[in-house]
T-cell receptor, first 113, second 114 residues
Framework: RKEVEQDPGPFNVPEGATVAFNCTYS??????FFWYRQDCRKEPKLLMS???SGNEDGRFTAQLNRASQYISLLIRDSKLSDSATYLC??????????????FGKGTKLSVKP | DAGVTQSPTHLIKTRGQQVTLRCSPK?????VSWYQQALGQGPQFIFQ???????QRGNFPDRFSGHQFPNYSSELNVNALLLGDSALYLC?????????????FGPGTRLTVL
């Protein structure tokens, strides 16, 4: 079983749509959780950290369910500029600077006019 | 404030050759991690360097080695290249115990092995 599994995608949605990405992780000792965004042929960039209480950043909402080992990302009112690959990431270390970031394969999102 | 820089941008090698990739961390960062991203996959952790020592290593063979210099820059060396080593190699820098507690990625070096 892969350490981090994501919806395979691609997701093709119209502008303004709400889209949800799901992710599961296998190691219950995982301590920190993130969503990264990667544009085509570019480096991954941190979108947001994910906390057990859930957190929101503008149109983006992330949720973590430790009991189910499940992470989600909700994007509301999709923009053309949201088109990218979204990577689910976990870390066995607390925080994101140390240790091994474990990435899922990513889910590609394409927002159409 | 310069971000993470990597060189070269692209590289073409043949099987059996050796390659050295370079990374300069973001200003003020002291920790460098290397990742390999094959086409269609997420990045995979190779190793992390802190205080000029390898602090943690992923599931990569000994053909992959690295170094960190006193100025915190780092090199990734790959010996006896295989076709399967073709990938985007990403360097990420961070500040040990710093805020924000995250890794910042460089633009990567795209390695093609023929």
């Amino acid at each position: 079983r892969k350490e981090v599994e994501q919806d395979p995608g691609p997701f093709n949605v119209p502008e303004g749509a709400t889209v949800a990405f799901n992710c599961t992780y296998s190691n219950s000792a995982s301590q920190s959780f993130f969503w990264y965004r990667q544009d085509c042929r570019k480096e991954p960039k941190l979108l947001m950290s994910v906390y057990s209480s859930g957190n929101e950043d503008g149109r983006f909402t992330a949720q973590l369910n430790r009991a189910s080992q499940y992470i989600s990302l909700l994007i509301r009112d999709s923009k053309l500029s949201d088109s990218a690959t979204y990577l689910c990431v976990v870390n066995l270390n607390y925080g994101g600077s140390q240790g091994n970031l474990i990435f899922g394969k990513g889910t590609k999102l394409s927002v159409k006019p | 404030d310069a971000g993470v820089t990597q060189s070269p941008t692209h590289l073409i090698k043949t099987r059996g050759q050796q390659v050295t990739l370079r990374c300069s961390p973001k200003s003020g960062h002291d920790t460098v991690s290397w990742y390999q991203q094959a086409l269609g996959q997420g990045p995979q952790f190779i190793f992390q360097y802190y205080e000029e020592e390898e602090r943690q290593r992923g599931n990569f063979p000994d053909r992959f080695s690295g170094h960190q210099f006193p100025n915190y820059s780092s090199e990734l060396n790959v010996n006896a290249l295989l076709l399967g080593d073709s990938a985007l190699y990403l360097c990420a820098s961070s500040l040990n115990g710093g805020v924000p507690d995250t890794q910042y990625f460089g633009p990567g070096t795209r390695l093609t092995v023929l």
